[in-house]
Nanobody
Framework: QEQLVESGGGLVQAGGSLRLSCAAS????????MGWFRQAPGKEREFVAA????????YYADSVKGRFTISRDNAKNTVYLQMNSLKPEDTAVYYC??????????????????WGQGTQVTVSS
């Protein structure tokens, strides 16, 4: 079973940047579509970004387009989320997820099979 571990979260001022990493322990990482979701206090978990198995295509929520970039390094079993121009509204726990049966970029929670424990991102105003 794949284990996903997020890192890179922290406290940053509005307008700043953070880079989140998600390390996978499995040996078939390169076959999975990967995604990032986030959940703010009192809100449901929402889609942020997704990337296909090859890294050739990606998909973003409208709220982060132009600011966030998802990428992956299959040789390192790692997916990244570069977050620039951060806003207080970006404050949330960020989760990475793996879709075993969906090699493409998907925004649907139901397509994902494995989830990390999350990393906290706090953006101050």
């Amino acid at each position: 079973q794949e284990q996903l571990v997020e890192s890179g979260g922290g406290l940053v001022q509005a307008g700043g940047s953070l880079r989140l990493s998600c390390a996978a322990s499995g040996r078939t990482f390169s076959r999975y579509g990967m995604g990032w979701f986030r959940q703010a206090p009192g809100k449901e978990r929402e889609f942020v970004a997704a990337i296909s198995w090859s890294g050739g295509s990606s998909y973003y929520a409208d709220s982060v387009k132009g600011r966030f970039t998802i990428s992956r390094d299959n040789a390192k079993n790692t997916v990244y989320l570069q977050m620039n121009s951060l806003k207080p509204e970006d404050t949330a726990v960020y989760y990475c997820a793996a879709a075993m049966s969906m090699p493409g970029a998907t925004s649907r929670r139901s397509d994902y099979d494995y989830w990390g424990q999350g990393t906290q991102v706090t953006v101050s105003s």
